[in-house]
């Protein structure tokens, strides 16, 4: 990879690789949910060993702006990952653009975050998690 990397849900219609590129100088390489888990969980592992060094399945939820990728862990392995529109700034754009009360801006809200979190469960073999690890600049 040349240059920076960028990782976002969204992410080809978040940044113009030509315009950045040519004010920069740098190339944009654009990364997949699985290369971002790899990242994520190689960036926590010193921090974590104990956790994710252990032979205990474990949930990392990287908490970001447009999304929440939570990637299921075992050992030093990573088994599973997903991404999910769980962001906290499209969460809170959410209820800010609402033109609900807040009270059933927070119901909706809620409401969403159940849902994506039901279609989560479905993919993602949660049963065996033991340990939640949160980890970005919003968890």
Request: no cysteine; net charge negative; aromatic share 2%.
């Amino acid at each position: 990879m040349d240059g920076g990397w960028i990782a976002a849900s969204g992410r080809h219609h978040f940044i113009d690789n030509r315009w950045i590129e040519a004010r920069s100088g740098q190339s944009i390489d654009v990364i997949d949910p699985s290369e971002e888990s790899r990242l994520t969980i190689s960036a926590a592992r010193p921090h974590l060993g104990r956790v994710l060094g252990a032979n205990q399945p474990a949930l990392v939820a990287d908490v970001g702006g447009g999304s929440t990728l939570l990637t299921l862990v075992h050992g030093n392995e990573i088994v599973q990952s997903t991404s999910l529109r769980l962001g906290s700034i499209w969460l809170q754009e959410m209820l800010l653009t609402s033109e609900e009360s807040p009270k059933l801006s927070a119901e909706l809200l809620r409401a969403h975050i159940s849902n994506v979190l039901a279609t989560a469960r479905g993919s993602l073999r949660l049963e065996e998690v033991e340990v939640l690890v949160g980890r970005g600049g919003d968890a």
